[in-house]
C-alpha cells in the first residue's frame, strides 16, 4: 500500500517561505547586476572581487555554526556571493577576449558558460560516485543506474553550509548550461523544440519538486530542496523573457513588481531568521532542564 | 595572535571595499537618466547637422571574401538565407561595419588614442529611442552590433579618416527600428 504523505500547515508555511526566499534572493542579485551595469559599470568588477571575498569568508564562517537550518541559510549566501564573482570573473573574460552577444542576445559571459559544460559534467561524475553526497537527484541515478558497490552514504553531517553553497553553485551552473544549450542557433535554438522541452519539462518538475518540499517543516531541509525548486523554475522564467512574452522586472527596472519582491524577501528573512533563533533558544532550554 | 586569520580576512575585505569607494569617488557622477539625456542631446543636435551615420550594419568576413554583396541592394542587404550565417559570424567575432548609402564603409573603432582595446563588437552602445519607442513596449536602452547586422542604423560618434577610402567611427550612440532581439 502506498505511504500517504502527511502535508501539515507547518510545512506549507516553511516550504512557501524557503521558495519566497529563494525566488527573491536570485531576482535582488538580478537587479543589483543590473542596476550596476546601468549606474556605475565602473564598479563592477570590483564589487565581483567583493563577493568572492564575502562568499569564501562566509562559507568558512558556516564551521561555527551549530544548527542545520543557519548553516544552511548562510550557506546559501555563501554559494551566491561566489557564484555572483564567477559571473563577474566571466564578463571580465568576455571583455578581455572580445566575446560578443549572441545575435538572439545572449550575454557574452554566458556564451562562455556554456562550454564550461564538460567541466560540469566532470564534476557530476565525480559526485555520482562520491559516497558521502546524498543528493536525492543523485541517490535516484544511483539506484537506477547501479552505480555503487556498497550501501549509499550514512551518518551524521556535521556542517551543511559548504554543502548548501556547494548545491546553490551546482545547481544554478547545470541550468545556466542547459539553457545556454538550448538557446544556441547553432545547436538547438531559442524556439526550438529543445527549449520548448525545457520550459514544460522545468514546468513540471517543479510542481513535483514543491510537493516534495511540502514534506519537510524545518527551515534547513526546506531551504536547501528551495534551491532545485526555485532554479528549475526560474527557467521557465527565463524562457518566458527570451520568447519575449515577459519583459523581466528586475531587467526592465519595474519598481513596483520588483518592491513586491523586495518586500517578500524582506518578510521572509525575518520569518526565517526569527525560527532559527527560536529554535536555538528552545535547543538550549531543553538542554538546561536536562 | 590566536585570532590573525580573522585580521586578515578583515583586512582583505576591507581593501577591497575600499578601492570601490575610491573609483566611485572619483568617477564624475551623473544619473543615468542625466547620462542619457546628453546623449539624447548630442545626437539629436548631431541628427539636425547631418553629422550622423546612417547605414546597413553588414559583417566583414562575407563582404571581403564576396560571399555576399550586402553593397548591391541597400533596401535589403541580405537574402534570408544569407542573413542567418552572416549573424553566426559576426557572433564568432567578425567585424561589423556600416555601409551607408553612397558606399562608403566605416569601420567602428575605440577611441582616438586608446591603445589597448577590445573588439567593438562586444560593447554595449547607448541606445537613442524615438519618441514613439519611449511610449511602446520597454525596449533595451543599449544594444551592441552583433544583433544588427542586415539592420539599418543611425549612428552618432566621432568619424576617423581611415585608409583606403575606409573610414573609422568611434560610435557614442545609436539609433534603430525594432527590437532585433525579438524581431522575426
Known amino acids: ?290 | 595572535m590566536r585570532n590573525w586569520k580573522y585580521i586578515f580576512i578583515a583586512l582583505v575585505s576591507i581593501f577591497f571595499a575600499q578601492s570601490v569607494q575610491a573609483e566611485e569617488a572619483a568617477a564624475k557622477k551623473l544619473t543615468y537618466e542625466e547620462r542619457m539625456k546628453i546623449i539624447e542631446d548630442k545626437f539629436s543636435a548631431a541628427a539636425q547637422e547631418g553629422k550622423t551615420v546612417k547605414g546597413v550594419a553588414v559583417e566583414g568576413n562575407s563582404l571581403f571574401n564576396g560571399t555576399t554583396s550586402p553593397q548591391k541592394n541597400y533596401e535589403q542587404p541580405y537574402s534570408k538565407e544569407e542573413l542567418r550565417p552572416a549573424k553566426f559570424s559576426a557572433e564568432r567575432n567578425s567585424k561589423v561595419f556600416i555601409l551607408t548609402k553612397d558606399g562608403t564603409l566605416y569601420y567602428p573603432t575605440p577611441r582616438k588614442g586608446e591603445s589597448v582595446s577590445q573588439s567593438m563588437n562586444s560593447p554595449r552602445i547607448p541606445r537613442v529611442l524615438t519618441e514613439a519607442q519611449k511610449k511602446g513596449p520597454k525596449l533595451n536602452t543599449w544594444a551592441t552590433l552583433v544583433p544588427l547586422v542586415g539592420r539599418e542604423v543611425e549612428v552618432y560618434g566621432e568619424v576617423y579618416p581611415g585608409y583606403g577610402g575606409i573610414k573609422g567611427v568611434c560610435i557614442e550612440s545609436i539609433k534603430f527600428e525594432g527590437d532585433p532581439q525579438f524581431d522575426k
Open chain 1, 1 to 290: 500500500m502506498a505511504k500517504q504523505k502527511i502535508i501539515s500547515l507547518k510545512s506549507i508555511f516553511y516550504t512557501a517561505v524557503s521558495l519566497v526566499w529563494i525566488f527573491g534572493l536570485s531576482a535582488i542579485g538580478h537587479i543589483v547586476m543590473v542596476l550596476i551595469e546601468k549606474n556605475s559599470p565602473e564598479i563592477k568588477f570590483d564589487f565581483g572581487k567583493i563577493c568572492f571575498v564575502v562568499g569564501f569568508v562566509t562559507i568558512y564562517l558556516t564551521r561555527f555554526l551549530k544548527s542545520d537550518g543557519w548553516q544552511s541559510f548562510v550557506g546559501i549566501l555563501g554559494g551566491f556571493g561566489m557564484w555572483f564573482s564567477w559571473e563577474y570573473s566571466l564578463m571580465y573574460a568576455g571583455e578581455r577576449m572580445g566575446v560578443t552577444y549572441a545575435w538572439n542576445g545572449s550575454y557574452p559571459e554566458y556564451r562562455m558558460m556554456q562550454w564550461s559544460v564538460i567541466a560540469l559534467v566532470m564534476v557530476f561524475t565525480y559526485l555520482m560516485y562520491q559516497e558521502s553526497v546524498r543528493c536525492n537527484f543523485i541517490y535516484f541515478l544511483r539506484r537506477k543506474l547501479r552505480l555503487m558497490r556498497g550501501v549509499v552514504a550514512t551518518g551524521k553531517i556535521d556542517n551543511y553550509g559548504p554543502r548548501t553553497a556547494f548545491e546553490y553553485i551546482m545547481v544554478t551552473w547545470t541550468f545556466y548550461v542547459l539553457l545556454m544549450i538550448a538557446y544556441d542557433e547553432q545547436l538547438f535554438g531559442k524556439e526550438s523544440w529543445f527549449t520548448y522541452l525545457v520550459f514544460f519539462a522545468s514546468f513540471s518538475v517543479f510542481f513535483y519538486l514543491c510537493y516534495k518540499l511540502l514534506g519537510y517543516d524545518k527551515f534547513g531541509a526546506n531551504l536547501k530542496y528551495s534551491i532545485p525548486t526555485v532554479t528549475i523554475l526560474w527557467n521557465d522564467v527565463e524562457i518566458l523573457a527570451k520568447w519575449g512574452m515577459l519583459k523581466e522586472p528586475w531587467v526592465h527596472i519595474n519598481w513596483p513588481i520588483m518592491s513586491v519582491i523586495i518586500g517578500g524577501f524582506a518578510v521572509s528573512t525575518y520569518l526565517i531568521i526569527n525560527d532559527l533563533r527560536k529554535r536555538k533558544r528552545e535547543a538550549i532550554e531543553s538542554k538546561d532542564v536536562i
